[in-house]
T-cell receptor, first 115, second 110 residues
Framework: EAGVAQSPRYKIIEKRQSVAFWCNPISGHATLYWYQQILGQGPKLLIQFQNNGVVDDSQLPKDRFSAERLKGVDSTLKIQPAKLEDSAVYLC?????????????FGPGTRLTVT | RKEVEQDPGPFNVPEGATVAFNCTYSNSASQSFFWYRQDCRKEPKLLMS???SGNEDGRFTAQLNRASQYISLLIRDSKLSDSATYLCVVYGAGSYQLTFGKGTKLSVIP
């Protein structure tokens, strides 16, 4: 079974530029998550989708971050404009459903460096 | 108080040693508990769920004490391949999402 796919794997941009990340979850998984993991920290949830609807985006900095999940499958996360503190690994995860009893499967992440 | 707190580590132990990690959570209404493992520059992967009765998977034992809001992970007979960061994860700690601790880094030394 194919895992969660993410691209690009690495991205270096200058502050105030824009960047977008793409995620393809495991086939059939209804719930998709975007996490931000800063070096030395645990992952922090940015946004959770159930099919193509947003379940939780309480920790998403909406002035600069946006995300969408078209047709309830693939998802993109965008940062515009980027700040130095956005340097982190952006992890996408998926699970069969959104309940806390399900394992979340993570993709390899996109390592973003903002200079 | 942070929602999920772990031993800061790092833990450097010789092969064959027994090592224990501790974790506390702040919200008594939390519903589910997990340990995830994250290798260096890799994504987190589920190691095991944690049940009130305690559970064991080979050399790994996880325990939950709801009264003390405390979770532990015990690794017996440590292997070099156990070297990783161990993340304590709580579901429902204030919201319907997974909350991760900072992680405890383990290095098993030959």
């Amino acid at each position: 079974e194919a895992g969660v796919a993410q691209s690009p794997r690495y991205k270096i941009i200058e502050k105030r530029q824009s960047v977008a990340f793409w995620c393809n979850p495991i086939s059939g998984h209804a719930t998709l998550y975007w996490y931000q993991q800063i070096l030395g920290q645990g992952p922090k949830l940015l946004i959770q989708f159930q099919n193509n609807g947003v379940v939780d985006d309480s920790q998403l900095p909406k002035d600069r971050f946006s995300a969408e999940r078209l047709k309830g499958v693939d998802s993109t996360l965008k940062i515009q404009p980027a700040k130095l503190e956005d340097s982190a690994v952006y992890l996408c995860a998926s699970s069969p459903d959104g309940g806390g009893h399900y394992e979340q499967y993570f993709g390899p992440g996109t390592r973003l460096t903002v200079t | 108080r942070k929602e999920v707190e772990q031993d800061p580590g790092p833990f450097n132990v010789p092969e064959g040693a027994t090592v224990a990690f501790n974790c506390t959570y702040s919200n008594s209404a939390s519903q589910s508990f997990f340990w995830y493992r994250q290798d260096c520059r890799k994504e987190p992967k589920l190691l095991m769920s944690v049940y009130s009765s305690g559970n064991e998977d080979g050399r790994f034992t996880a325990q939950l004490n709801r009264a003390s809001q405390y979770i532990s992970l015990l690794i017996r007979d440590s292997k070099l391949s156990d070297s990783a960061t161990y993340l304590c994860v709580v579901y429902g700690a204030g919201s319907y999402q997974l909350t991760f601790g900072k992680g405890t880094k383990l290095s098993v030394i030959p």
